[in-house]
């Protein structure tokens, strides 16, 4: 390893040369307190930034074992420690004088979730800390400007890492409090299954958010409270009790007036699934981990998907039980949706009236009598919520604004009033008596057996070349192919979108051979990223900075959604 000094004078020596003399600096270089790593150099200063680690030794770093030992602890704090970096390195933000991405320094920006990111990981065996950006290097058109870049990895990152990534330079009430909340929500799941609850919200929330386009808490937001019959206490490890809903499993309907909190309690449910920093409102917002939000997604595609269930004895004679198509209806979309997800091993599905296909949800009497039974393809959702709870163990909470219907279903129904929610589901229950509902429920009907098989592409093969590129949080491409993702709503980050990339790249190219069915190549893939990291899907000597873990639910949806793969 070289020294700080060898690559200053490196920099000197190759200032106002052309632009790929700046490869001579890939290494590692040992600073006082920890290494730089020059991981990739960008071609020129309109390429993409340079990749750049930082490497603390656990030694130096000296956070407490025990802040690092079990993953959400570790998780927890790793996320702590790339925001406060990220802080600091925004303070010196500057635009060097230069061309393309000159002077860029680019840290993730992390959300109100907590995901594990490959910004910042921290080893559990020796307590490294080492934290990934990319450094866009200076130049003057193609010329080398070193003496810009000489400023940002001598002056500015030395700064930044001294005050953030040494646990003696760092807060030790707020960073033990950081461990501590983790500790709570990680207890709260765990304490999910055995009270027989797919969710819990804790008093005093806060469900709210700023705007459509920020996810801080509102200001002024009414606090959540529940009502007296759903309450539970529970015992938390630092907190103590805390006091709030639970959410039984079985099939919840939430209803209320339009713009009184109904999505709003839904959608904090949807990032439940995640926990959140402290300050956010919803840090004891915490719902079943595999919960999928479903909804219906006009024109998306359907690979050999069986949707029987749901959809049967089409007019074309198309055979439902292995069903495709490139431009899906709402109600097949969302068939498709629901069998994905219980396929993705999931046990809560999330449904909101106002994203869903009416047909696929709820046909009224007057329709039946008109339409009949037979005449009709579709087997609404009313019919089989009952049946996926009791034979299969898959809770459902739904939101409803416009249809009594699901009252003769529910277990429980929630009305949100002024975003304050009270059971009703007594006086519920007694209007929907004076509302029959028909009797003739469509019969029973088992799940499918989800032995889908993706087939080998040419265009994976392990010497191809791969051309891989986010298009913001709902999409990416890959070969020049686009996977939509816009309704996936619980992917929380655009680094998730990113990760996902490299994953669907890596079982395309290494696990996709022809044998294995689709829950096989994801399982292998969760297990080869809780073993080695998100580092075993990139293919590369360097791991790329913006990247988050995506739930194993999100990869199922990218397959889903990816027209390049052909099942069988």
Same mark, same amino acid.
């Given at each position: 390893?070289?020294?700080?000094e060898q690559l200053k004078q490196l920099?000197?020596?190759?200032?106002?040369?052309?632009?790929?003399?700046?490869?001579?600096?890939?290494?590692?270089?040992?600073?006082?307190?920890?290494?730089?790593?020059?991981?990739?150099?960008?071609?020129?200063?309109?390429?993409?930034?340079?990749?750049?680690?930082?490497?603390?030794?656990?030694?130096?770093?000296?956070?407490?074992?025990?802040?690092?030992?079990?993953?959400?602890?570790?998780? +927890?704090?790793?996320? *702590?420690? %790339? /925001?406060?970096?990220?802080?600091?390195? @925004?303070?010196?933000? $500057?635009? &060097?004088? =230069? !061309?393309?991405?000159?002077?860029?320094?680019?840290?993730?920006?992390?959300?109100?979730?907590?995901?594990?990111?490959?910004?910042?990981?921290?080893?559990?065996?020796?307590?490294?800390?080492?934290?990934?950006?990319?450094?866009?290097?200076?130049?003057?058109?193609?010329?080398?400007?070193?003496?810009?870049?000489?400023?940002?990895?001598?002056?500015?990152?030395?700064?930044?890492?001294?005050?953030?990534?040494?646990?003696?330079?760092?807060?030790?009430?707020?960073?033990?409090?950081?461990?501590?909340? +983790?500790?709570?929500? *990680?207890? %709260? /799941?765990?304490?999910?299954?055995?009270? @027989?609850?797919?969710? $819990?919200? &804790?008093? =005093? !929330?806060?469900?709210?958010?700023?705007?459509?386009?920020?996810?801080?808490?509102?200001?002024?937001?009414?606090?959540?409270?529940?009502?007296?019959?759903?309450?539970?206490?529970?015992?938390?490890?630092?907190?103590?009790?805390?006091?709030?809903?639970?959410?039984?499993?079985?099939?919840?309907?939430?209803?209320?007036?339009?713009?009184?909190?109904?999505?709003?309690?839904?959608?904090?449910?949807?990032?439940?699934?995640?926990?959140?920093?402290?300050?956010?409102?919803?840090?004891?917002?915490?719902?079943?981990?595999?919960?999928?939000? %479903? /909804?219906?997604?006009?024109?998306?595609?359907?690979?050999?998907?069986?949707?029987?269930?749901?959809?049967?004895?089409?007019?074309?004679?198309?055979?439902?039980?292995?069903?495709?198509?490139?431009?899906?209806?709402?109600?097949?979309?969302?068939?498709?949706?629901?069998?994905?997800?219980?396929?993705?091993?999931?046990?809560?599905?999330?449904?909101?009236?106002?994203?869903?296909?009416?047909?696929?949800?709820?046909?009224?009497?007057?329709?039946?009598?008109?339409?009949?039974?037979?005449?009709?393809?579709?087997?609404?959702?009313?019919?089989?919520?009952?049946?996926?709870?009791?034979?299969?163990?898959?809770?459902?909470?739904?939101?409803?604004?416009?249809?009594?219907?699901?009252?003769?279903?529910?277990?429980?129904?929630?009305?949100?009033?002024?975003?304050?929610?009270?059971?009703?589901?007594?006086?519920?229950?007694?209007?929907?008596?004076?509302?029959?509902?028909?009797?003739?429920?469509?019969?029973?009907?088992?799940?499918?057996?989800?032995?889908?098989?993706?087939?080998?592409?040419?265009?994976?093969?392990?010497?191809?070349?791969?051309?891989?590129?986010?298009?913001?949080?709902?999409?990416?491409?890959?070969?020049?192919?686009?996977?939509?993702?816009?309704?996936?709503?619980?992917?929380?980050?655009?680094?998730?979108?990113?990760?996902?990339?490299?994953?669907?790249?890596?079982?395309?190219?290494?696990?996709?051979?022809?044998?294995?069915?689709?829950?096989?190549?994801?399982?292998?893939?969760?297990?080869?990223?809780?073993?080695?990291?998100?580092?075993?899907?990139?293919?590369?000597?360097?791991?790329?900075?913006?990247?988050?873990?995506?739930?194993?639910?999100e990869i199922y949806a990218c397959f889903?959604?990816?027209?390049?793969?052909?099942?069988?």
């Open positions: 390893m070289k020294s700080s920099l000197l020596s190759i200032n106002h040369r052309s632009y790929p003399a700046y490869k001579d600096t890939r290494g590692s270089y040992r600073f006082d307190g920890y290494q730089l790593n020059i991981d990739h150099v960008q071609g020129d200063p309109f390429a993409a930034p340079s990749k750049v680690s930082i490497l603390v030794s656990g030694r130096q770093a000296a956070f407490p074992e025990n802040y690092y030992d079990l993953t959400h602890k570790r998780t +927890a704090l790793e996320d *702590h420690l %790339i /925001r406060l970096f990220a802080r600091e390195a @925004e303070q010196f933000q $500057f635009k &060097a004088r =230069g !061309s393309g991405k000159s002077g860029l320094l680019s840290v993730s920006r992390c959300g109100q979730e907590i995901l594990s990111r490959t910004a910042c990981t921290i080893s559990p065996e020796s307590g490294d800390v080492t934290v990934r950006m990319e450094i866009g290097f200076p130049a003057n058109g193609r010329s080398i400007n070193s003496p810009e870049l000489i400023k940002i990895l001598f002056d500015f990152l030395p700064l930044c890492v001294r005050r953030t990534l040494y646990c003696k330079s760092l807060d030790a009430g707020k960073l033990a409090s950081v461990i501590e909340l +983790a500790e709570d929500q *990680h207890a %709260i /799941r765990k304490l999910l299954p055995k009270l @027989e609850l797919v969710a $819990f919200i &804790a008093n =005093g !929330s806060i469900l709210p958010r700023e705007s459509g386009v920020s996810q801080r808490p509102m200001r002024g937001a009414t606090p959540f409270h529940s009502p007296a019959s759903m309450e539970v206490t529970l015992s938390l490890p630092n907190r103590g009790n805390i006091t709030g809903m639970g959410i039984r499993r079985g099939i919840t309907l939430i209803i209320g007036g339009g713009y009184h909190g109904k999505s709003t309690l839904l959608k904090a449910l949807e990032l439940g699934v995640y926990n959140h920093i402290a300050g956010d409102g919803r840090e004891f917002v915490i719902t079943d981990e595999a919960a999928v939000k %479903i /909804r219906a997604e006009d024109g998306r595609s359907i690979r050999s998907t069986d949707i029987s269930m749901f959809i049967n004895n089409l007019p074309n004679k198309k055979d439902t039980r292995r069903f495709s198509t490139e431009d899906a209806s709402g109600s097949t979309s969302q068939a498709a949706g629901v069998i994905e997800a219980i396929e993705a091993g999931t046990s809560l599905l999330l449904i909101d009236e106002d994203t869903c296909a009416t047909n696929f949800m709820i046909r009224d009497e007057l329709m039946q009598r008109v339409v009949h039974r037979d005449q009709e393809p579709i087997t609404p959702f009313i019919d089989r919520v009952r049946d996926l709870y009791e034979q299969s163990g898959i809770s459902s909470v739904m939101v409803a604004g416009s249809s009594g219907s699901y009252f003769h279903v529910a277990d429980r129904i929630i009305q949100m009033d002024c975003y304050v929610p009270a059971d009703i589901t007594d006086f519920a229950r007694e209007q929907a008596a004076k509302f029959p509902i028909q009797e003739n429920m469509a019969a029973s009907a088992s799940l499918p057996d989800f032995s889908r098989v993706p087939k080998p592409s040419r265009d994976f093969r392990a010497d191809a070349r791969i051309k891989m590129k986010t298009l913001g949080r709902d999409a990416f491409s890959i070969n020049r192919e686009t996977v939509d993702l816009r309704y996936v709503e619980q992917l929380a980050d655009i680094e998730q979108t990113t990760a996902l990339s490299y994953l669907l790249r890596y079982a395309m190219t290494h696990l996709c051979d022809g044998k294995k069915d689709l829950r096989t190549i994801v399982n292998e893939l969760v297990s080869l990223t809780e073993k080695q990291g998100l580092a075993a899907a990139c293919d590369s000597s360097w791991l790329p900075a913006g990247l988050a873990m995506p739930r194993p639910q889903n959604r990816f027209r390049g793969l052909t099942l069988q």
